[in-house]
């Protein structure tokens, strides 16, 4: 019986826990969202202009651009988000948090923060800070 070393058991592990955080975060399909969708309304909504470059939203989450195109496009459709034009740019589209998207992400933050508070204890928040810094190194930068 053959081993494998340390590192990519700790990664091994990241995918399971990725995929039972994605089911947990499951529950957010009571405000019509799922994770993924939340994650877009966060960056959206805590950045000034309530906008950001399809390109810099891709880059955020780990997405390719057209990897975060097939997420955005449902959410365009139920009208959580919208398209905007660059004034100055023809080639440059931003993507805009509606009104109906903000009340939703406001409505869905709660069931969020519950979910988030089952799954991490606060307990363990020097483990967590620790956790946090390694997935940031790993390029887990998302604020």
Not at 90 to 105: C, M, N, P, Q
Not at 115 to 142: Q, T, Y
């Amino acid at each position: 019986m053959s081993t494998i070393n340390s590192s990519l058991l700790l990664l091994m592990n990241i995918a399971k826990v990725q995929s039972i955080i994605a089911r947990r975060f499951d529950k957010l399909s009571v405000h019509g969202l799922g994770f993924s969708d939340f994650v877009i309304l966060n960056l959206l909504e805590k950045n000034p202009d309530e906008k950001m470059r399809r390109i810099d939203l891709a880059e955020k989450i780990g997405l390719t651009a057209s990897g975060v195109t097939r997420l955005l496009l449902p959410m365009e459709k139920t009208g959580l988000i919208k398209r905007e034009s660059n004034e100055r740019d023809g080639r440059v589209s931003y993507v805009v948090v509606t009104e109906a998207g903000k009340r939703i992400y406001e409505e869905a933050k709660h069931t969020a923060e519950l979910i988030a508070s089952e799954l991490l204890p606060a307990g363990k928040a020097k483990n967590l800070k620790v956790l946090s810094d390694i997935l940031f190194e790993l390029g887990g930068d998302i604020q």
